[in-house]
């Protein structure tokens, strides 16, 4: 089984940092893209940033120069370093990971699992 498992989020003022970190477990064969979406209330989930298995990333318009996004594959993990926030980064934030599972001798094609979210508020 594999899981996602987020921490580092909660209540900051305007201009303050967060930092966010995702890290799988289970029976990983291959971690490709990896990436953090967040969903407003009222609002459909978006894509915040992603990094390959290369390290290339992209961020949102909205958050370029302000948000880091890493990767530690021995760690198997991802982190979101979030500078400068905003009330309008208020939203939960989600891992994702594209992973590939070897289970009794099978190998699964890449497939996308997601963590349960965390909550990022920033007051104004």
């Known amino acids: 089984q594999v899981q996602l498992v987020e921490s580092g989020g909660g209540l900051v003022r305007a201009g303050g940092s967060l930092r966010l970190s995702c890290v799988v477990s289970?029976?990983?064969?291959?971690?490709?893209?990896m990436g953090w979406y967040r969903q407003a209330p009222g609002e459909q989930r978006e894509l915040v940033a992603s990094?390959?298995?290369?390290?290339?990333?992209d961020y949102a318009d909205s958050v370029k120069g302000r948000f880091t996004i890493s990767r530690d594959d021995a760690r198997k993990a991802v982190d979101l370093q979030m500078n400068s926030l905003r009330p309008e980064d208020t939203a939960v934030y989600y891992c994702n990971a594209y992973i590939r599972t070897l289970r009794s001798g099978l190998l699964s094609p890449s497939r996308a699992y997601w963590g349960q979210g965390t909550q990022v508020t920033v007051s104004s």
């Open positions: 990094i390959t298995e290369g390290g290339i990333m």
């Open positions: 289970g029976s990983i064969f291959a971690l490709n893209e």
